[in-house]
């Protein structure tokens, strides 16, 4: 080979090396970071939150990506540990080595350990302090490895849970309960959630009449819901209630929840009078996310029920409200709102139309994670009725 020929095809090799080596070094270390960590350090990190309702907040994020990864069962894990913040002593699972322990006992009947009966070991079970507590197989807790069930403490020492925060939270734990199929678990949160004691410490009226609009709905709810409309019909009938004690400056807001709750648990036709009590107190209103978000709640009770020429009126003056308001995240969640109700009105072209805006503003939201959940929503909603077309 002439040298001038060698010299070219060293520097090529030279040249390809220097390339593909940094590629090579990128790829061969896994990365890390906030949207690489795995599932163990996701619920590690669940766990390490200061108070119940951050760590069941955690727990239901990693719930949803575990849902969206086909993981069904890891999704209804981490949804049982949120409501274990809460309510750990009802989610103690069976004692399945106790079970297997029976066995032992007709076998090894000269083994005293073996032959101790069940109602002794549980005696022993509870002596011991929780953070040290074994299996029950085990003569000493495992520095390593925790028990698998850990008994809660007595209610008495535990201190209350806020009402304030738990019960939207158990809503939302019940949410995903019944996405994923789960409606024993999803009745179960819901019920804790609107109990009339507990639902009664919460202090905002708005969010009490919140409360029980969102689980009106998921009661009523026949698809991702639990589909019990009289259930929906009795806790919707206590939202309105609630809603209509609010303080008139906010009012519209409780009562637009109360709307769209008869509307996600198509039971619409019993939102007549709520609608006017809506349409009421949106006139009253100056801030325009607020009056978008109430209109198209309004004009979505009317859709449902044969009216949609009313519907269209109301859906023109909230789009317009939507569209003037300046902060970008409300500007999307009311551009959100708005389609919403078009779409339940029978134009899915006009919804689209909204959405495309709302995804725009959606992606100027300054603060990264507030702009992933709103673009999550608007981009979900997207697909969903693009699929109408």
């Given at each position: 080979?002439?040298?001038?020929?060698?010299?070219?095809?060293?520097?090529?090799?030279?040249?390809?090396s220097?390339?593909?080596?940094?590629?090579?070094?990128?790829?061969?270390?896994?990365?890390?970071?906030?949207?690489?960590?795995?599932?163990?350090?996701?619920?590690?990190?669940?766990?390490?939150?200061?108070?119940?309702?951050?760590?069941?907040?955690?727990?239901?994020?990693?719930?949803?990506?575990?849902?969206?990864?086909?993981?069904?069962?890891?999704?209804?894990?981490?949804a049982?540990?949120?409501?274990?913040?809460?309510?750990?002593?009802?989610?103690?699972?069976?004692?399945?080595?106790?079970?297997?322990?029976?066995?032992?006992?007709?076998?090894?009947?000269?083994?005293?350990?073996?032959?101790?009966?069940?109602?002794?070991?549980?005696?022993?079970?509870?002596?011991?302090?929780?953070?040290?507590?074994?299996?029950?197989?085990?003569?000493?807790?495992?520095?390593?490895?925790?028990?698998?069930e850990?008994?809660?403490?007595?209610?008495e020492?535990?201190?209350?849970i806020?009402?304030?925060?738990?019960?939207?939270?158990?809503?939302?734990?019940?949410?995903?309960?019944?996405?994923?199929?789960?409606?024993?678990?999803?009745?179960?949160?819901?019920?804790?959630?609107?109990?009339?004691?507990?639902?009664?410490k919460?202090?905002?009226?708005?969010?009490?009449?919140?409360?029980?609009?969102?689980?009106?709905?998921?009661?009523?709810?026949?698809?991702?819901?639990?589909?019990?409309?009289?259930?929906?019909?009795?806790i919707?009938?206590?939202?309105?209630?609630a809603?209509?004690?609010?303080?008139?400056?906010?009012?519209a807001?409780?009562?637009?929840?109360?709307?769209?709750?008869?509307?996600r648990?198509s039971?619409?036709?019993?939102?007549?009078?709520?609608v006017?009590?809506?349409?009421q107190?949106?006139?009253?209103?100056?801030?325009?996310?607020?009056?978008?978000?109430?209109?198209?709640?309004a004009?979505?009770?009317?859709?449902?029920?044969?009216?949609?020429?009313?519907?269209?009126?109301?859906?023109?003056?909230?789009?317009?409200?939507?569209?003037?308001?300046?902060?970008a995240?409300?500007?999307?969640?009311?551009?959100?709102?708005?389609?919403?109700?078009?779409?339940a009105?029978?134009?899915?072209?006009?919804a689209?139309?909204?959405?495309?805006?709302?995804?725009?503003?959606?992606?100027?939201?300054?603060?990264?994670d507030?702009?992933?959940?709103?673009?999550?929503?608007?981009?979900?909603?997207?697909?969903?009725?693009?699929?109408?077309?």
């Amino acid at each position: 080979m002439p040298t001038s020929g060698c010299l070219r095809f060293l520097m090529f090799c030279a040249l390809a090396s220097a390339l593909l080596l940094p590629a090579a070094g990128c790829g061969s270390k896994k990365k890390k970071g906030k949207k690489g960590r795995t599932v163990a350090e996701q619920r590690n990190d669940a766990k390490a939150e200061a108070t119940p309702d951050r760590r069941a907040a955690a727990f239901l994020k990693l719930a949803r990506q575990q849902a969206v990864a086909g993981d069904k069962t890891g999704a209804k894990a981490s949804a049982l540990d949120a409501y274990r913040e809460f309510y750990p002593e009802e989610t103690k699972k069976p004692a399945a080595k106790e079970k297997a322990a029976e066995p032992e006992e007709e076998k090894q009947p000269e083994d005293a350990a073996a032959a101790k009966p069940a109602d002794e070991n549980a005696a022993a079970e509870e002596q011991a302090p929780a953070a040290e507590q074994a299996p029950v197989e085990e003569k000493a807790p495992s520095a390593e490895q925790a028990p698998v069930e850990e008994p809660a403490a007595p209610a008495e020492e535990r201190p209350a849970i806020d009402a304030n925060l738990a019960a939207p939270r158990l809503v939302e734990i019940a949410e995903v309960f019944a996405m994923l199929g789960d409606r024993k678990q999803a009745r179960n949160a819901l019920g804790k959630a609107v109990d009339d004691e507990f639902i009664g410490k919460i202090e905002d009226p708005v969010r009490k009449a919140k409360v029980l609009a969102d689980a009106g709905a998921l009661y009523g709810a026949k698809t991702d819901g639990i589909g019990d409309a009289g259930r929906a019909k009795s806790i919707l009938a206590k939202a309105a209630e609630a809603a209509n004690k609010v303080d008139q400056r906010f009012r519209a807001e409780a009562l637009a929840a109360v709307a769209l709750g008869y509307t996600r648990s198509s039971l619409a036709s019993l939102a007549d009078k709520t609608v006017e009590d809506l349409l009421q107190a949106a006139k009253d209103l100056d801030e325009p996310r607020a009056k978008a978000e109430a209109l198209a709640a309004a004009a979505n009770v009317k859709a449902q029920t044969d009216k949609q020429e009313e519907a269209t009126e109301l859906l023109k003056e909230a789009a317009a409200s939507a569209k003037s308001v300046e902060r970008a995240e409300s500007k999307a969640y009311a551009l959100l709102a708005v389609a919403l109700a078009t779409d339940a009105n029978g134009d899915t072209k006009q919804a689209l139309t909204l959405l495309k805006e709302a995804d725009k503003a959606a992606n100027k939201v300054p603060e990264p994670d507030a702009m992933k959940m709103v673009v999550d929503k608007v981009r979900a909603l997207t697909m969903k009725l693009e699929k109408k077309k």
